[in-house]
């Protein structure tokens, strides 16, 4: 099902465009497209440095079939690789492990180090002889993905066309300098994931807008208003939404989470929640950022991996607060899940046209529908 | 009289079993020194392989001198970051 005159109407003013077509939603061809045009020619987000917090921790990631291994090197930086061996193409590393000394593949143990180097082929010029004139170990070292780590998320861009980390974001990474300061994650109460049976990109979608708050978060409405936000869509790059009168959680003692250090007078009371596109959804507080990667498993089915940072370590936070914080998101995030699922069930519907936007309130969600038809139209015009 | 080679078959299996990696790089340098004495040279690149790829995998400071050994063989090039 190939829909490039549906994109046209998507491309189009927020006033006059449709919502990407329904096959974006539903039809497993365009799923695989979108894998290639969209997850794979962008950063998209795969893991947490955290995870990975030790020199050679090493953990397997499948992004949406692709085996990735994340390996933190001697000199602490974080390497991506692809997951395969350079011999038979067996799988390197099937479960999130130390490695102590090399990667050794498990089918004939040709070794790797930490930097992807092939470090030994045992047998390879006979029994006893690891060397052969046709095997230049130089030149099957394990082959590395692009990968640049931000605010502990680690980005790929698997087909290493894109533009650089910091050149596709450099509008974000401005609007958010100051918040570039270590960060801590809060533990492991501070970790959980959510499954979803929804196509990755209406997490996205429900993510970008406040339009819903009332109806779907009431709990939030008493101090965060729909008023109280604004939007933020930048065409081309990112969107999401900000608030005006972010409280900061009180433990019933008086406790509150410390800040980071520097802020301006804005983020007081103000709080940004964006969508960094492809998969990675943000959000900045005085006292805390989170990040939520969405898992893209399948044509409908998404884990939301969410992360929330501090501006120091866990034992120096006040106690419970953590835990409070935690569950304070989870319940936003869990009031989301109906409505993620329900759009991806009401795409079922064939006479569906992708939907009619508010011109005042649905920008930021027009502005990535905007974004994946430029790149579908982007990737089509390259394979035909 | 001991079987020397099914002692040690057993014992490699049984580290190999429980992926001791130590053990495993032990039992086969002794295999080589044994070899040696034997002075059968493609036995003892044999176990000294077998050896150094358990040193390396499991990081031991060992891995150096095996490769040494294998690189005066012929049989290994030499990895000079090993010996830091
Ligand atoms: S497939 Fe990895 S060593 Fe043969
Ligand atoms: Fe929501």
Same mark, same amino acid.
């Given at each position: ?21 329904? #096959? ?12 290639? $045009? ?25 992004? @949406?079939?692709?085996?990735?291994? @994340? ?9 991506? %690789? ?39 082929? +045992?047998?390879?010029?006979? !029994? ?13 070292? *394990? ?20 533009? +650089? ?19 801590? $994650?809060?533990? /492991? ?13 209406? /997490? ?7 339009? $819903?708050? +009332?109806?779907? $978060? ?19 790059? %990112?969107?999401?939404?900000?608030? @005006? ?9 008086? #406790? ?14 103000? #709080? ?8 990675? *959804? ?11 990667? @969405? ?18 370590? !866990? ?44 011109? /005042? ?24 | ?17 429980? =992926?001791? =990696? ?11 020194? &044994?070899?040696?004495?034997? &002075? ?18 499991? =990081? ?11 690189? &005066?063989? =012929?049989?290994?090039?030499? &990895? ?5």
């Amino acid at each position: 099902m190939n829909a490039p005159a549906g994109l046209k109407t998507v491309l189009k003013d927020v006033a006059k465009a449709k919502g990407l077509p329904n #096959a974006h939603y539903i039809d497993p061809a365009v799923f695989e497209e979108e894998r290639h $045009h969209v997850l794979y020619a962008n950063w998209a987000g795969i893991g947490f440095g955290k995870d990975i917090p030790e020199i050679g921790d090493a953990k397997p990631v499948d992004f @949406l079939g692709m085996p990735l291994l @994340l390996v933190r090197d001697e000199d602490g930086a974080i390497n991506v %690789y692809q997951n395969t061996c350079r011999h038979r193409g067996m799988i390197l590393v099937e479960e999130p492990q130390k490695i102590r000394g090399a990667i050794r593949c498990p089918y004939h143990s040709w070794c790797y180090t930490l930097k992807g180097a092939l470090r030994t082929t +045992p047998h390879v010029g006979g !029994p006893g002889t690891n060397i052969h004139d046709d095997i230049k170990r130089d030149e099957l070292g *394990l082959l590395r993905v692009r990968a640049h780590v931000w605010q502990d998320v680690v980005f790929v861009n698997i087909d290493g066309q894109a533009a +650089p980390f910091e050149e596709a974001n450099a509008g974000l990474l401005e609007r958010w300098k100051e918040f570039e300061k270590p960060t801590f $994650h809060g533990g /492991a109460a501070a970790s959980f994931k959510l499954d979803v049976k929804t196509n990755w990109k209406l /997490a996205v979608e429900n993510y970008c807008e406040s339009y $819903h708050l +009332p109806w779907v $978060h009431p709990g939030l409405n008493s101090y965060s208003r729909l008023e109280d936000h604004y939007h933020i869509e930048e065409r081309g790059f %990112y969107s999401g939404q900000g608030t @005006l009168v972010y409280r900061q959680l009180t433990s019933e003692g008086g #406790a509150v989470f410390p800040d980071f250090e520097g802020l301006s007078d804005k983020w007081d009371t103000g #709080a940004e929640y964006i969508s960094v596109y492809p998969n990675v *959804l943000m959000g900045v507080h005085r006292d805390h950022t989170y990040a939520i990667i @969405l898992e893209p498993v399948a044509l409908a089915e998404t884990v939301e991996h969410i992360e929330i940072y501090y501006a120091e370590p !866990p034992e120096h936070l006040p106690d419970g607060l953590v835990e409070a914080n935690s569950k304070q998101w989870k319940e936003v995030f869990v009031e989301d899940v109906f409505v993620v699922e329900g759009m991806q069930k009401g795409r079922q519907g064939i006479l569906f046209d992708g939907g009619k936007f508010s011109p /005042a309130m649905d920008g930021p969600t027009h502005n990535f529908h905007h974004w994946v038809a430029t790149n579908i139209e982007a990737g089509r015009a390259k394979s035909a | 009289m001991v079987d020397v080679r099914s002692d040690l078959d057993a014992a490699l299996l049984a580290a190999h079993a429980k =992926g001791d =990696g130590f053990e495993l790089s032990r039992l086969y340098a002794d295999a080589a020194d &044994q070899a040696e004495r034997d &002075q059968d040279t493609d036995a003892v690149c044999f176990f000294l392989t077998q050896a150094y790829v358990s040193a390396l995998e499991t =990081g031991l400071p060992s891995a150096s001198v095996l490769n040494q050994r294998l690189v &005066q063989y =012929g049989r290994e090039v030499v &990895q000079a970051d090993l010996m830091s």
